[in-house]
């Protein structure tokens, strides 16, 4: 930020093209005027420059802190992607999963059904022995 009794050497453009620096001229700097009438008026003037200098230290101010929201909300939308992306895979496999265990539980059912079977016949046979 600038001090407003030192002023920087920054050079703003203005719209038609020319450029203007944020130092007052010699005389107003150092407090002089050639006509007594014009000390009031270097006065205000020598205000006005404090405040436009203020005013666009508080600008700069405020462009740098929508400058760090911009970039805390372009880091908040990237992890908000990444996690969208981490949600879409874990789902799929999910439902990768879902599918093998209906898999395993219907391929359970069918062995106990194949077993019932091959534990009736065993003791099919064992009472035709046992007769």
Known sequence: MRSA??????????????????????????????????????GEIEAATRRLAAALDALESAVERRREYDRGS???????????????RLANELDGTLVRSRELERTNREIAERLDVAIGTIRSVIEEDAS
């Open 5 to 42: 009794t030192q002023p920087s050497m920054v050079q703003r453009s203005t719209p038609n093209g020319s450029y203007m620096t944020d130092r007052m001229p010699n005389a107003f700097a150092a407090g002089e005027s050639a006509t007594p009438g014009a000390t009031s008026a270097a």
């Open 74 to 88: 372009d880091e908040l939308a990237a992890r908000i992607q990444s996690l969208g992306v981490d949600r879409s």
